[in-house]
């Protein structure tokens, strides 16, 4: 799942950087020629780390390590600036002009302040602005993505790999139903609500936003209720099974808590700040209501999935219950009944294996484990779509703005929200574990 997720951000990224130069290109002759090179350049270096992540990401290099983790700490630095020089880029967008849209193209905003001295040359700069608006999510997440990968290549320079057996996980879409259907549902229902929520907010039309914030706030209020509810089961069930803790240092498992941990802050920053606000505005009106609810629901949900995740994270996979094998000595039964001293073959009927069944009292806690990762996997898709692609409650609801100030709720909100987004992706690629060894 790492790897698809990989590739789709690798590839939506690679087609917003030529987007961008072809945008600059009709612009070529009002436009520094600079802005044209740097997303070729920022296109070839994307391209040469994802060869060299796909080829070496498992790697235990043994030679050459001080070069080996100079390159790759260089690599690490350069993803984390570019990523933070697009945040505070969109922050400074958002904050200098007033705008209540937050996902904004940044890249082309010294484009549009001067559309009245530079015209375009070509007619699709409209377009790919549009279209650089979608893509743009995914530069956030692969700068994040290729860090995360970074950082583990940086620590397995030199480690020298266990001596434990691997496990052979088998994995079947047949071993779960109820997860998937629930989760399809909410995941639809969600994608419907997201696109009614765009429609309404977008005719700027009070009473249209009022009732697409409600349906919103609803919408994700059921579904983090019903996540709570099964992740609060799953964890009991962890609290049930007698599988072990995985033993011996493991940089992946390690860095694949630390960002649970970290890029939930994120959410968990925007939560508390609309927590404050509600509380301090009064709680007045259904939407306030809602909002309340929302983000407190969102601390517990937030609480029980990392907490279910690092337990799964640590557990050894499930075993295969080996049938029993009854050797019978021949000799001896035939000492015993002389009536079968000419045979020497045991009837199979003889030998009842009652051990099993062991495997069937088992099964059912594997069982519900694959339908709440299925379930929660699904639902934390939607949550993690919503955001990426346009929807701010944060910002339609002026209930932030008006305690904070535009300015610092902005910048809450800026830095918050990609880290929330983060934590959802990255969530999807650790419950597909989680139920891969359940």
Not at 406 to 411: R, S
Request: one cysteine or more; proline letters at 3%; glycine letters at 6%.
């Amino acid at each position: 799942i790492n790897t698809i997720l990989k590739n789709i951000k690798f590839i939506n990224y690679v087609i917003m950087d030529i987007f961008k130069m072809i945008y600059y290109v009709g612009r070529i002759h009002c436009e520094s020629p600079v802005k044209i090179v740097f997303p070729a350049v920022q296109a070839l270096f994307v391209i040469v780390q994802t060869y060299v992540l796909w080829v070496h990401a498992k790697d235990c290099v043994q030679i050459q390590q001080i070069i080996t983790r100079c390159g790759l700490m260089l690599t690490l630095s350069t993803n984390l600036v570019v990523w933070m020089m697009a945040v505070t880029e969109e922050s400074f967008d958002v904050t200098s002009q007033g705008s209540i849209a937050l996902t904004i193209s940044v890249v082309f905003l010294s484009g549009r302040s001067g559309a009245s001295e530079c015209e375009c040359s070509h007619n699709m700069c409209d377009v790919f602005e549009k279209v650089y608006y979608y893509l743009y999510p995914f530069n956030i997440e692969y700068s994040l993505f290729a860090s995360a990968m970074a950082y583990v290549m940086w620590k397995n320079v030199g480690r020298q790999m266990d001596d434990h057996h691997s496990h052979n996980l088998r994995f079947s879409l047949w071993d779960v139903l109820i997860g998937p259907i629930a989760g399809l549902i909410i995941l639809v229902a969600g994608l419907a609500t997201f696109v009614m929520y765009e429609v309404d907010v977008a005719k700027e039309e009070p009473k249209k936003k009022e009732e697409a914030l409600i349906m919103h706030y609803i919408m994700n209020i059921v579904a983090i209720l019903l996540m709570s509810i099964t992740t609060l089961i799953g964890c009991i069930i962890f609290r049930m099974d007698k599988r072990d803790q995985v033993s011996g240092k493991n940089p992946t498992r390690s860095l694949d808590v630390g960002l649970l941990v970290g890029s939930s802050l994120g959410q968990f920053l925007i939560c508390y700040f609309t927590i404050v606000a509600v509380l301090a505005s009064g709680v007045q009106g259904h939407i306030n209501g809602l909002n309340l609810a929302n983000s407190i629901l969102t601390v517990i949900q937030l609480c029980l999935q990392n907490t279910f995740l690092i337990k799964g994270l640590h557990r050894e996979p499930f075993k295969e219950t080996e049938t029993a094998t009854v050797f019978a000595n021949v000799m001896a039964v035939r000492e015993r009944d002389p009536e079968r001293r000419s045979s020497s073959i045991v009837p199979a009927h003889t030998l009842p294996i009652p051990l099993t069944l062991l495997q069937g009292r088992l099964n059912w806690k594997r069982r519900i484990l694959k339908e709440i990762c299925a379930f929660l996997l699904l639902c934390n898709v939607i949550l993690w779509i919503m955001p990426a692609f346009g929807a701010r409650p944060q910002f339609d609801n002026t209930v932030g703005s008006n305690i904070y100030e535009f300015q610092t709720w902005a910048a809450v909100v800026n830095i918050g929200m990609p880290f929330g987004i983060f934590y959802r992706m990255h969530s999807v690629a650790s419950l597909f574990e989680v139920c891969f060894t359940s």
